[in-house]
């Protein structure tokens, strides 16, 4: 062995040894060795199965019993949360590697590991870009991981093939877990899949057809009636119930503008990748300059989505729904600090 490896192997000796394991089973530092080597060969035998989990079942090289294959599934699969931030939305290809030195240190997680946290996502995309079905669901029966972590994984995979701008400063204080809710959002809602789970690549990119149609919500803002009638409504409903309602009443307009230029404009994938900047700029920091509250942006925005029903000669409804139920999500788990 290496020496690096032999230091590891010196550690991991050491963590057995504080967890009491000797005392346990009556023997001595040579046996602990030698069996921390064996664990050490076999996790290498077997770490090419872990690259395709659903092999690890139907080898018969080594006795695994399957809550332990679960366990080291779920384990080698596992992830830090500060190097995927790093990550999220680049291309996962060759260029990246190079980077990970940069990572590793900035993150303080080992270059081993890094690379290895790296193969995993590069691995999934491949594996379940170009599937039919529900993405999280491929990505749970392909690679037998927990739900919690198919659902991390199907974050990685839409943004990797999105492309969402995610290292801008400003979006800096959202974390992975933000990002990973945001996802299963559009996930659900705006991909073709949300309402067909047959089709081609149906998870990974956005419903074309529905952000077409999103072209037509600009009749909020240029119909000046509709524009007013609007604002009145919501400010009807908020008087008197939202801290910040002198703000709210005085950036109506503005703030229903960008959210409706937002949508749109998503017919351009620069736009797509810009979503979550637009979100911040155009939204969060103008409210969260004139100080709102979480509540208030709650208040807000349901009101907002649910007086465009009572419009009079507003007709695009189900668009319109299907476009602010997102939104309204993603802010609120944007907004804050």
């Known amino acids: 062995a290496s020496n690096g490896s032999l230091d590891k192997l010196n550690d991991a000796v050491k963590v057995r040894m504080d967890g009491g394991v000797l005392d ?3 023997a001595n530092a040579d046996v602990l060795l030698s069996d921390t080597m064996d664990q050490y060969r076999t996790f290498q035998m077997c770490e090419r199965l872990l690259h395709s989990p659903a092999k690890l079942a139907n080898q018969l090289l080594f006795q695994i019993p399957p809550h332990r294959q679960a366990m ?71 690679f037998l991981l927990s739900d919690k972590l198919a659902r991390d994984y199907a974050a990685i ?10 290292g801008k400063k400003k979006l800096q204080y959202l974390t ?71 703000e709210m009443e005085a950036n109506f307009k503005n703030l229903s503008r960008n959210l409706v230029n937002i949508a749109t404009k998503l017919t351009n ?28 942006i709650k208040l807000y925005l349901t009101h907002y989505t649910n007086s465009a029903h009572i419009l009079d000669t507003f ?9 602010m139920g997102v939104i309204k999500s993603c802010i609120f788990k944007m907004y804050h600090d």
């Not at 303080?108 to 999280?136: A, H, I, M, Y």
């Not at 995979?157 to 995610?166: G, H, L, M, S, Y």
Request: aromatic share 12%; charged share 35%; proline share 1%.
């Open 72 to 142: 080291l599934i779920e384990k080698y699969y596992a992830f830090d949360d500060a190097f995927i931030r790093e990550i999220l939305g680049k291309k996962l290809s060759k260029g990246t590697k190079k980077d990970l030195d940069d990572i590793s240190t900035k993150t303080g997680v080992t270059l081993k590991s890094c690379r290895r946290q790296f193969d995993n996502f590069k691995r999934v995309f491949k594996v379940v870009e170009e599937l039919k079905g529900p993405l999280v669901e491929n990505i749970r029966q392909l």
């Open 176 to 246: 992975f877990q933000d990002f990973a809710f945001c996802a299963g959002q559009l996930i659900n809602n705006w991909t073709v899949g949300a309402f067909d789970n047959m089709v081609e690549d149906m998870d990974v990119d956005l419903d074309k057809e529905f952000l077409q149609e999103l072209k037509e919500l600009k009749v909020l803002i240029t119909d000046k009636d509709l524009l007013d009638q609007h604002k009145s409504l919501v400010c009807t409903a908020l008087r008197g119930k939202a801290k910040a309602f002198t």
């Open 269 to 296: 994938t620069k736009d797509v990748r810009d979503f979550f900047i637009d979100l911040v700029e155009k939204f969060i920091e103008p409210c969260r300059s004139d100080r709102w509250t979480a509540a208030d």
């Open 315 to 323: 007709k695009h409804q189900a668009v319109w729904d299907r476009y």
């Open 157 to 166: 995979v839409f943004f990797a093939n999105n492309r969402f701008e995610t």
């Open 24 to 26: 346990e089973c009556e």
